[in-house]
Structures are given as structure tokens and as C-alpha cells.
């Protein structure tokens, strides 16, 4: 059975951000979990969602 679900996965150039895991609709089977690719974001949320990707991503790097 396949639900959507807002799960957090490594995105892989899902709407421009590759290589860090945030929570966005995703499809979730037997199989895992897959982006729906198809999700839309206004303007001012996409913006908001790099910014919490570049976090992410400066936060990890400073880890490392």
C-alpha cells in the first residue's frame, strides 16, 4: 500500500537541493520513500525552503 506522508529523506535535486534531508510529501511503501516530484512551492516558500536547506548544509559542513 502507498500513502503520502511528509517524511524527511536526502534529497536528491528536488526542487535545486541535492544531498540534504528535509521533510517534504513524499510517497511511503514497502519499497521506502520517494519525493513527490510534483510538489509545488510558492515563490517566498521555495525561497524559505533553500534557506533551510543551506542551514542544513552549513550546519553539517561545520560538523565535519
Do not use: I, K
Not at 535545486?16 to 511511503?28: E, H, I, K, M
Not at 520513500?33 to 561545520?62: I, K, N, Q, Y
Amino acid at each position: 500500500q502507498h500513502a503520502v506522508m511528509p517524511v524527511s529523506t536526502v534529497l536528491s535535486d528536488f526542487q535545486g537541493v541535492d544531498g540534504v534531508a528535509l521533510s517534504v510529501p513524499s510517497v511511503v511503501s514497502s519499497a521506502g520513500a520517494r519525493p513527490v516530484l510534483e510538489t509545488s512551492f510558492s515563490a517566498d516558500e521555495l525561497a524559505l525552503f533553500h534557506r533551510s536547506a543551506d542551514a542544513l548544509r552549513t550546519v553539517a559542513t561545520s560538523l565535519r
